[in-house]
């Protein structure tokens, strides 16, 4: 095919063009990552990703690279010290959502895997759409309804099925890249 064009949804912007092109769709299995991920579409809750993406680093650094073990353990002090962080979203119940995260992160971690645990419900492969254009994607699927419910039985919060999915596209456990994108596996 010489006539492939990204996915409409990327624009142009250099930042989020990388995203589509290197990480959007594609299949991640690293547990952290998968967490970071998980958190910061939390964050993106009512907002648009790109407004995520282009903070991403200083959520990264404000986070402490997102290390579990750490933020578990954190209280009001590191509350009211990310609330003062202007990098950031300074949104109390997301900061503290992301601290009881954390802690289930660790639990689930333990118990099975946190890669196992999310990635069973596509039973650990991706599912790839054939999607002719945008006005066919979905907000939210069956297995990103069934994952929420799991995250939030978990203890997780801000993860409700339309963020679930977002989760899903953004870690390849769904691939939602047009047939018509260079992106779509059908195209690789």
Same mark, same amino acid.
């Given at each position: 095919m010489t006539d492939l064009a990204r996915c409409p949804w990327c624009g142009t912007d250099p930042l989020y063009v990388a995203y589509h092109d290197s990480e959007w769709g594609v299949a991640e299995h690293d547990p952290r990552a998968l967490w970071e991920c998980l958190m910061l579409e939390s964050f993106? %809750? @009512? #907002?648009s990703w790109i407004t995520i993406l282009r903070r991403r680093e200083t959520f990264r650094a404000a986070f402490h690279g997102f290390d579990p073990t750490l933020i578990a353990t954190w209280g009001e002090p590191e509350v009211q010290h990310l609330l003062q962080d202007p990098g950031i979203i300074r949104h109390r119940g997301k900061i503290e959502a992301t601290i009881r995260g954390a802690q289930a992160y660790l639990r689930i971690e333990a118990r099975e895997g946190f890669a196992p645990f999310v990635w069973k419900h596509v039973d650990h492969r991706p599912i790839v759409?054939? #999607?002719p254009d945008m006005g066919a994607a979905q907000a939210q /699927?069956?297995?990103?309804q069934a994952l929420a419910k799991s995250l939030k039985s978990e203890g997780f919060a801000f993860c409700g099925p339309t963020i679930a999915y977002a989760f899903m596209q %953004? /870690? @390849?456990m769904v691939n939602d890249h047009l047939v018509s994108c260079p992106q779509h596996p059908d195209n690789q």
């Open positions: 993106q %809750a @009512g #907002l759409n054939r #999607l /699927t069956p297995a990103s %953004a /870690t @390849g």
